[in-house]
């Protein structure tokens, strides 16, 4: 069975840094381009923001919200996603889910709130 879980949110004051990450079973991380996606508060239903994508060979993509403020990265050896996300915004506020691509496996996220 395929599965993802997240960790590592946390509130943070607004231009503070936090690291996300996400543990994978049941697949390995070259086979799928791997994804982080984020829910902001009081948006219902499965609305959810493109972050980041980090493809089977390593290439990755931003938001432009997110752009040199976020790094997507991997560690193949131990099946783990992250997110580094730094100079952080009030708006970044959301629910952080990490996403396997083409099989649209979601854990069940990670809380980050930027507030002073």
């Known amino acids: 069975e395929v599965q993802v879980v997240e960790s590592g949110g946390d509130l943070v004051q607004p231009g503070g840094s936090l690291r996300l990450s996400c543990v994978g079973s049941?697949?390995?991380?070259?086979?799928?381009?791997m994804s982080w996606v984020r829910q902001p508060p009081g948006k219902p239903g499965p609305v959810v923001s493109w972050v980041s994508t980090i493809t089977t060979d390593g290439n990755t993509k931003y938001a432009n919200a997110v752009k040199g403020r976020f790094t997507i990265s991997r560690d193949v050896a131990k099946n783990t996603l992250y997110l580094q996300m730094n100079n952080l915004y009030i708006e970044d506020t959301a629910m952080y889910y990490c996403?396997?691509?083409?099989?649209?496996?979601r854990g069940q996220g990670t809380q980050v709130t930027v507030s002073s």
């Open positions: 996403r396997v691509d083409g099989i649209g496996v």
């Open positions: 049941g697949f390995t991380f070259t086979t799928y381009n």
